[in-house]
């Protein structure tokens, strides 16, 4: 027992020194260092007031902008499978300019990045982007003219789902938020850095304008047919091997190509379009596999009212009629081959070709 009461008094006087201790040190402290402390709960309490804030905010946004699911908005978002509210229409960033210009947020309908932050900020970044691009849907907009943007839209921002890169629209239309809808011809070739370029200096590209599309039967239309070249170097042969071709495939892959661009008139899944290239043969040979190893591991969709460039890798001697040499090479490069006939589905087709300055110039298609 007297044990007991010694250990109990010893808890009892341990406890009264840690109490004192601390007494005299809050009381020897200096005034800064005591403000530090209370200007660092400030801040936390600050911060969390923030978030809270913030978080507020987001939802009366959120809450107080009803997505109308008949809006062009939706429409377009429903093309380009994205999800509901990534986009506004050009009326809705309109009336949120109106507002934040009264708010002071920013300066006028000239502060591009002040309208650009905020429209990120409050409905992300594919929105903002659409802003940025001048790619603004309007309630106005017809059937034809939303399509055609859906097929030009940047899907630079979207992870989901992605419309496959080498679709381009009938024509491009271009809609800022000041302004009617823009339309313009298309650009589908046309740089000379490009690796498929073959003309040097006063070189020939051989280039067919079919002015507008070739029935190649099977449901099929074609046109605007190139004849490429595709290097052998380090590079190519790493890409084509990176993206899932054999070593034994390379080779095919690599050299002549005749390219042309499909037609696509309604909505097509990936394996769908696959089935549409195995129906197209040239000289025997089709873009099916070429395909199927650029787009391995994607999950493409295909908008219509536009068009795919499909490339198809040809054997130099079943092309030209001879074996793939660098003189081959610069001959082609030079169009002394003349106009070069190829077999497409039974049907002879010609590829002429064009100046160098042309292609520089760019080749331009036009289809309103």
């Known amino acids: 027992m007297e044990k007991k009461k010694i250990m109990i008094l010893v808890i009892v006087v341990l406890v009264t020194l840690l109490a004192l201790g601390f007494g005299v040190y809050k009381m020897v402290s200096t005034p800064d260092e005591y403000d530090e402390v209370l200007q660092g709960e400030e801040k936390e309490d600050d911060l969390v007031g923030e978030y809270k804030k913030n978080k507020d905010k987001q939802e009366e946004v959120e809450e107080g902008r009803k997505v109308d699911p008949n809006s062009k908005a939706r429409e377009l978002e429903e093309l380009l499978f994205l999800n509901e509210g990534d986009l506004l229409t050009k009326e809705e960033i309109n ?22 932050n905020r429209i990120e900020e409050n409905y992300g970044k594919i929105a903002s982007d659409s802003y940025t691009n001048s790619q603004l849907v309007s309630e106005d907009m017809s059937d034809e003219e939303l399509s055609q943007l859906a097929n030009s839209f940047s899907m630079e921002e979207v992870t989901y789902k992605v419309r496959d890169p080498k679709i381009y629209p009938l024509y491009e239309v271009r809609s800022p938020l000041e302004g009617g809808v823009e339309k313009k011809k298309v650009k589908i070739y046309g740089d000379i ?72 008139e309604d909505d097509f899944t990936q394996e769908q379009i696959k089935e549409k290239i195995k129906d197209i043969e040239i000289e025997g040979y089709t873009g099916e596999r070429f395909f199927e190893i650029v787009s391995e591991g994607e999950n493409y969709f295909y908008t219509k009212d536009s068009m795919l460039k499909v490339v198809v890798p040809i054997p130099s001697e079943d092309l030209l009629g001879e074996e793939d040499t660098d003189r081959t090479h610069a001959k082609l490069g030079m169009g002394e081959f003349g106009d070069i006939s190829v077999n497409i589905n039974g049907k002879k087709v010609k590829i002429g070709t064009i100046t160098e300055k042309e292609y520089v110039d760019g080749v331009y298609v036009d289809f309103r």
Do not use: P, Q
Request: no cysteine.
């Open 95 to 116: 009336k949120d300019v109106e507002e934040w210009i009264k708010e002071g947020k920013v300066s006028d309908k000239e502060d591009y990045l002040g309208i650009s």
């Open 193 to 264: 850095f490009d690796e498929d370029f073959t003309g040097v200096g006063d070189g020939k590209y051989y280039f067919e304008d079919t002015d507008g599309f070739i029935d190649v039967g099977n449901g099929n239309e074609i046109g605007y047919l190139t004849i490429e070249y595709t290097s052998g170097n380090m590079e190519s042969i790493s890409k084509l091997l990176d993206l899932g071709a054999s070593e034994e495939e390379v080779d095919d892959l690599l050299g002549y190509n005749v390219n042309y661009f499909l037609k696509l």
